[in-house]
């Protein structure tokens, strides 16, 4: 395995990729369903879609960092779902409160202003984060009590 700091970088990479992938999906797929989701452009901008798949692998690097792996709690689906939540707070107390309250546009999506932006917020980073923890496959010596 190819290591960084305790960090399996082959699988960070995938798992990273392949959550952001299905973060993408699940908005896409259920667009609409109960007023959710359908908010990400997808493959219309080709742009964003790359630098949503760049900053899903990124975004996966703390969670894969040995000291916060061991620290959540359970099995590697489990430790996903507590990461994408504490995520999507970061992202929303941080970015989208701060950096949308002070008129960084980008950062205005992160702060819906509906109930089904900010359930489906929730979701997709929840989404996110079972497939980051099912798919990351950390070092065997990350894996200490």
Do not use: C
């Amino acid at each position: 395995m190819r290591t960084f700091k305790g960090i399996n970088t082959k699988s960070l990479v995938a798992a990273g990729f392949v959550a952001g992938w299905m973060m993408y999906f699940v908005d896409h797929y259920f667009k609409g369903m109960l007023g959710l989701f359908g908010f990400f452009p997808g493959l219309n901008d080709w742009g964003w879609m790359v630098a949503h798949h760049v900053e899903s692998i990124i975004f996966a690097i703390p969670f894969a960092w040995p000291w916060m792996y061991n620290k959540l709690p359970g099995a590697g689906w489990l430790k996903g779902i507590v990461y994408g939540f504490l995520w999507w707070l970061v992202l929303l107390l941080i970015a989208g409160s701060i950096a949308g309250a002070l008129g960084a546009t980008i950062f205005q999506q992160m702060a819906p202003s509906s109930a089904a932006g900010f359930i489906s917020n929730i979701l997709l980073h929840v989404i996110w984060g079972v497939f980051l923890g099912v798919l990351y496959n950390p070092e065997e010596q990350t894996l200490r009590s």
